[in-house]
């Protein structure tokens, strides 16, 4: 089990999780993610972790209440236990200098490109951040940002915070204005990610994507996160999540991303008509598992 020691609100609908995982926290690099169960009939989902702090044994994780388990997650607060934390996972980040990189995320993608432009600050580069949202309560962990950035440019769908538009057209003005952007790290929803990778190919700009694929495993054994990668098939959680964009297949990826949607819409549907019902398997299983440890340490002491 693994507690949850603080929870803060980022945004509407999207949270943030402190747990404390001693040995995951060690190990953590940028780029790299968890997958977690909340209870024993639970599913598995992946999630990247956003910080992590080896001397206090905690991780962070952002969560936006989209489906099911994540609407779930978002239920627990400071106190309750997520049943199992397997990580980390996945290849790390490439950091290195490269010069002018320009870090691109969609809304809770800057959760998963936030540790990577820290580590690419520190790396020595230039980076320019610019994060998007539909409206300005989606726009998260900017102060976060704007520490580690030479320069950050917010862009809302709606225009309610920072400037109105979409990453890509930032991005196009940048090229416009004659910026020599010599690596881009593109994180959030496919088709963000697939236009960056539109703008960023005829320039030869190199392009790294990180893929947020159907999991389940997280050992590539299952193969939920089978990918098109230069025409061979590759595993996100394995081989990735980062992938050069120009080699990444985003029709294949969208298409087996909306393969379980209508299924993931009627769960979700039943959920939120008796969250309870959830909510307290979670509860029972971190109980469960309690009282299976104090039995076990009581035994031992015995001996």
Request: proline share 4%; with cysteine.
């Amino acid at each position: 089990m693994f507690k949850i020691l603080r929870t803060q609100t980022l945004g509407t609908g999207i949270k943030l999780f402190v747990l404390d995982a001693p040995r995951i926290a060690r190990k953590q690099r940028p780029g790299q993610f968890v997958i977690l169960r909340l209870h024993d009939q639970g599913e598995r989902i992946p999630l990247t972790i956003e910080d992590s702090d080896p001397e206090a044994g905690t991780i962070n994780i952002a969560v936006q209440a989209i489906g099911k388990t994540t609407h779930l997650l978002s239920m627990l607060n400071e106190g309750d236990y997520v049943l199992d934390v397997v990580g980390p996972l996945g290849h790390p980040s490439e950091v290195r200098n490269y010069g002018t990189v320009a870090v691109i995320a969609g809304s809770i993608g800057t959760a998963m490109a936030y540790p990577t432009a820290r580590a690419l600050k520190q790396a020595g580069n230039h980076v320019i951040f610019i994060e998007g949202a539909r409206r300005k309560d989606l726009v998260v962990l900017e102060d976060e940002v704007r520490a580690v950035s030479d320069e950050t440019y917010m862009m809302t769908d709606d225009g309610s915070h920072g400037e109105q538009g979409l990453v890509t057209a930032k991005l196009q003005q940048l090229f416009d204005a004659g910026w020599k952007i010599d690596f881009v790290l593109a994180v959030g929803p496919v088709p963000m990610m697939a236009a960056v990778a539109n703008l960023t190919r005829p320039r030869k700009i190199r392009t790294v994507v990180s893929l947020n694929s159907i999991m389940v495993d997280g050992t590539g054994m299952c193969g939920g996160c089978r990918v098109l990668v230069g025409n061979t098939s590759k595993f996100a959680c394995v081989d990735g999540p980062d992938f050069d964009a120009e080699e990444v297949n985003f029709e294949v990826l969208t298409r087996r991303n909306q393969m379980y949607r209508n299924n993931e819409r009627r769960s979700l549907e039943e959920f939120l008509a008796n969250p309870e019902k959830d909510l307290a398997l979670v509860h029972d299983s971190c109980r469960l598992r309690e009282v299976e440890a104090h039995a076990t340490a009581c035994g031992q002491r015995s001996k």
